[in-house]
């Protein structure tokens, strides 16, 4: 995505440049990130086996020891079916039609950044990500997965420093295989679900970031993932630890060329928060959501979860627009005593997308608290469910938790859905759920209207105030580029 | 200014306005009175372009122009405002956002140079006064919590932000007490000039000690039945409706 030029004045003060842009970029209505790339690719043989995980192994030089855990996922994903409780309809999906691995062919061992490939590069410059060390001026490490492989991590150096280690997975697996060994699963066993399990035999490649003792992070660590080749999973696996004390604040954007055929993408993100420490983790996931028929797209399946310890504080906040069908519920396990979880979510769908998406918090220490504030928006013919778990344990003493979900339709004929499950093990614990379902009123369109706001401005201003809760979690650029990926998600839905 | 010729308009085909003559000049009040249901709110809300108003007949000239072609967003830019009876909340966004998307929305169409945030503050801040209000109404979100009285002198406040050719007002008096009707009615004759027109609908003469009218008409049973000068009024605060009725709604005079 684009990134918008820096501003100091978003939020509710006059910062409206903003929308002058937005209405401007409102004219270019269609999936603006579906171009290709047409660089050189070394692709696994299509389909599914021992042999490609070994495969996959042996490509990234890995050791014994995270071969046989991926084989061990593998044949614990054999024994598996793949759930159907989610509120989504879809064709059943081949796992042997597809490639598991695409790596973009490196034409050898990079020595700076410098060297990537120039095609590259310029993907990378048309999603609006410079790779150099330009970024030092908006103070954001990026680490740009594209298909299944880690291009190019910015600001080593400066991270360095700080004892930070940020990068791809696959350098991490090489050079601090005691971290990554250590920690990887922790959070998200293999054996934890259908798409984990798969995630875990094939992964390709990812981010790995480690946040060393008491060190605030200086700057915003940012991944970016792209889909390039056709027919590719894209199976992506993100770890982040935050020692005693660290605080990281992680950014993750997506885009795919759009594409008739859907790609499937199951990520794991595992999220290890020691005592005292903070991570705030904010996606814009923008896939190709398909086209107005609901032609291709990407399926979405991702497990994404923390634990905190004593102390410790993790806050998820998402925006969701892209992806044909969505299934994901970033979740905490509030393991240590008054340690906290936060969920902030905006998920929009239009045309045909399907949502699924929520979050579970599992209170199991004392005085442990969690926040939900979860926004759905469903346009055209789309489907959205919100699925969220409240659980708490029976030692969690004192734990609270306060939910609110709110569904906004546009137009009859798209579907909100409310699925809330509470298990209260601890009578000391105070849940509290508020859920409210609205339509957007020709009411509020036509006081707009008389202002002279064009319909399509107040469809996005009506929409923006109400996922306003959610963006002011959100770094500032990414709330302006939130902003902005709404309205043009929102494009054609009225009418 | 405008021209309103025979206009008639109905909702799910019952017919509400059934025959409308009305023409305001520049600078010109024209108070519109009448009975509960006699088709006031529907004459304020066609005319800014409301969509289930269908318009079965007649027609109106908006300085020259076929007011009944244009969508109400256009009618607005070119110098219609409503104040609405019942202002619509807009939670998440702040009064200051939607002002300066409508200023701008309406000077862009002008072919006017949008204002900056500086510009728009300076302005604003000015026309807050205008109706007593703190510059904290600016950062509220649009109508959200705000109390009967707060929201109509917002609507005038925007009145005076978006400095519109031709003000109508309907029924702004309602539900207000004396003092928030005067500061409403303070603001509204700040405005007024030789230019600038008003359309004020209202059921009570009460209004119109603050605002003095130019012209009254009483609107019954989807026509206006009389039109005469501010002491119409004066006579229905005291007579009432009935006396200007029969017992159909029909006009008796």
Not at chain 1, 176 to 187: A, D, F, N
Not at chain 2, 69 to 77: D, G, L, N, T, Y
Not at chain 2, 187 to 199: H, T
């Amino acid at each position: 995505m684009p990134k918008p030029p820096a501003k100091n004045d978003y939020d509710d003060k006059f910062g409206s440049a903003e929308e002058q842009q937005t209405v401007e970029n409102l004219t270019k209505s269609e999936y603006k990130w579906g171009f290709t790339t047409d660089i050189e690719t070394d692709m696994a043989p299509k389909g599914l086996n021992e042999n490609i995980v070994r495969f996959i192994s042996a490509k990234k030089e890995e050791p014994e020891w995270l071969l046989q855990w991926r084989l061990k996922a593998f044949r614990h994903w054999q024994k598996m079916v793949e759930p159907k409780w989610p509120n989504v309809k879809y064709p059943p999906i081949d796992f042997q039609n597809a490639y598991y691995y695409a790596a973009p062919k490196p034409q050898k061992q990079l020595e700076s950044l410098d060297e990537v490939d120039p095609k590259l590069r310029e993907t990378f410059d048309k999603l609006g990500i410079s790779i150099m060390e330009q970024k030092r001026l908006s103070n954001v490490a990026v680490d740009a997965v594209m298909d299944s492989v880690s291009v190019a991590t910015t600001f080593q150096g400066e991270l360095k420093k700080h004892g930070i280690i940020f990068g791809a997975f696959s350098e991490a697996v090489k050079n601090h295989p005691e971290l990554v060994r250590k920690y990887l699963g922790s959070v998200v066993p293999y054996t934890d679900n259908f798409y984990a399990a798969l995630n875990s035999a094939v992964f390709s490649d990812g981010s790995f970031c480690y946040i060393p003792k008491g060190v605030r992070c200086p700057m915003e660590l940012s991944t970016y993932f792209r889909i390039n080749a056709a027919n590719t999973g894209q199976f992506e696996r993100t770890l982040i630890v935050a020692d005693e004390g660290a605080n990281v604040s992680y950014l993750e954007g997506c885009t795919a060329p759009m594409r008739d055929e859907n790609q499937l993408h199951a990520a794991v993100v595992e999220i290890y928060v020691h005592k005292e420490a903070q991570v705030k983790y904010s996606t814009v996931q923008n896939w190709y959501p398909g086209d107005e028929n609901g032609v291709g797209g990407v399926y979405n399946f991702v497990t994404k979860r923390a634990i905190t310890h004593e102390n410790a504080k993790v806050s998820w906040t998402q925006v969701e627009t892209g992806s044909a069908i969505t299934w994901k519920y970033p979740s905490v396990i509030l393991k240590g005593d008054n340690s906290i979880g936060e969920f902030y979510s905006v998920a929009l769908t239009n045309n045909y997308q399907q949502a699924d998406t929520g979050t579970k918090m599992m209170h199991l220490g004392k005085n442990t608290r969690s926040t939900i504030i979860s926004k759905g928006i469903s346009a055209g013919k789309s489907q959205n469910s919100y699925r969220g778990l409240v659980r708490v344990g029976k030692n969690a003493e004192n734990a609270r938790n306060f939910s609110q979900c709110d569904s906004l339709l546009i137009g009859d004929q798209c579907g909100a859905h409310t699925f809330p499950y509470l298990e209260i093990k601890n009578p000391t614990a105070q849940v509290e759920h508020e859920a409210t379902t609205s339509k957007i009123g020709d009411d509020q369109i036509f006081y707009l209207l008389q202002r002279g706001i064009s319909e399509e401005d107040a469809i996005n201003m009506i929409v923006n105030g109400y996922c306003k809760e959610v963006f002011r979690e959100l770094p500032m650029e990414f709330a302006v580029e939130a902003q902005k990926l709404l309205a043009v998600s929102l494009e054609g839905s009225v009418g | 200014m405008i021209s309103i010729k025979n206009l008639h308009t109905s909702v799910e085909e019952t017919e509400i306005l059934k025959g409308i003559d009305l023409e305001v000049k520049p600078g010109e009040v024209h108070a519109i009175m009448g009975p509960n249901g006699s088709g006031k709110s529907t004459l304020a809300n066609v005319l800014a372009g409301r969509e289930e108003y269908e318009v079965t007949a007649g027609s109106v000239e908006f300085n020259g122009r076929n007011l009944l072609e244009m969508p109400a967003e256009e009618r607005a830019r070119e110098g219609l405002f409503l104040a609405f009876q019942y202002p619509v909340e807009i939670p998440g966004v702040s009064n200051a956002n939607f002002l300066k998307a409508a200023l701008n929305a309406i000077r862009q169409h002008r072919g006017e140079e949008a204002f900056d945030a500086m510009d728009f503050l300076t302005m604003v801040k000015e026309r807050l006064q205008l109706v007593e209000m703190d510059q904290k109404f600016l950062q509220r979100a649009v109508n959200v919590g705000f109390s009967g009285g707060e929201k109509k002198r917002n609507e005038i406040f925007q009145m005076a932000v978006l400095e519109p050719q031709l003000g109508i007002l309907d029924e702004t008096d309602s539900g207000l007490d004396i003092d928030a009707l005067k500061i409403v009615a303070n603001g509204v004759n700040k405005l007024r000039n030789p230019q600038r027109s008003f359309i004020i609908v209202t059921h009570y003469q009460r209004l119109l000690d603050y605002i003095v009218p130019d012209f009254v008409h009483v609107l019954a049973d989807g026509r206006i039945i009389k039109s005469g000068g501010k002491e119409l009024a004066l006579y229905l605060e005291k007579n009432g409706y009935d006396d200007l009725l029969n017992g159909n709604g029909k006009a008796a005079v």
